[in-house]
């Protein structure tokens, strides 16, 4: 389990990728974006989830370079569109977004969403950007079981992450338990739920008992839980609330009650459906 912001899990292939992390999904290109990495970085988050389809490569590139922090010491993430599937085509997009981010390389890409038909042939194109050194780690987004069981039967290199849908009410334990069994590490997408658990009375006597908000016991809840999270706020006050949680601990008793609020309840696409 990380005890600090900046400490690292370790993937399958001896990389590592800090415990936790802002995202920018839906943050506006420019100023919008660079203040929010800017302020994230400033308050020493070290890893940025962003994609191509959120349309801010550019300015996630530009704070990181504006930061002073060493590139090396930043974990980018980014994800290859559904559209842009396909072998060439990902080689292609995967270009662009290294130009947009203004960088040499990505720490993880991802297959952001399973595209039947063509996420073998993308994640082809992520094993060579891989083997390239192009890229320090590669994984998939929103693959269930299935997807995972399906790919590993073709793919040369098991997948290091799987990026889902993951908060109180979408606790996804089997496919935790699959990715625990095969060394993918597992990460949590929406940890918040967007904004619409913060009135849920069991989470809010919690974080009475503790002191906190009732965001900093659900992303405590996926710590405890050795999921990789990656909240998103575009504000300074957010972004440090979001990442204080380091100096309390939820009792078994308090993670089993979080644990049984699961509804298999989304508040993005179904996988098998999207
Ligand atoms: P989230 O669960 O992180 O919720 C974010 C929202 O919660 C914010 O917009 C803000 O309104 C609110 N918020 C954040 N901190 C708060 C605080 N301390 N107090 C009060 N309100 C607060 O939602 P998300 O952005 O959907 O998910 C996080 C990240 O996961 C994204 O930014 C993106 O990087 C990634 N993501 C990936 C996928 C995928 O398909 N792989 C899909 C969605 C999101």
Redesign the pocket.
Known sequence: MITHLQDTVTLSNGVKIPGF???????EDGDTVIHAVSSALKNGYRHI???TI?DNEKGVGQAVKESGVPREEIFI?S?VWNDDQGYESTLKAFEETLEKLDTEYLDLY?I??PVSGKYKDTYRALEKLYEEGKVRAIGV??FHVHHLEDLMNDCTITPMID???F?PHLTQSDLRKFCQENNIQFE????????RL?EDPTLMEIAETHGK????V?LRWDIQHDVVT??????E???V??ADVFDFTLSEEEMKRIDEMNRDER??SNPDTF
């Open positions: 992390g802002l995202g920018v999904y839906k943050v989830d962003t994609a959120y993430t994800k991802l952001h969403w987004s929103n990026q889902v849908e908060h949590a997408w929406s940890p918040l739920k967007k904004g913060f908000t009732v965001a900093q659900m990656i909240p998103k706020s575009i504000r006050k957010r972004i609330e979001n508040t993005g």
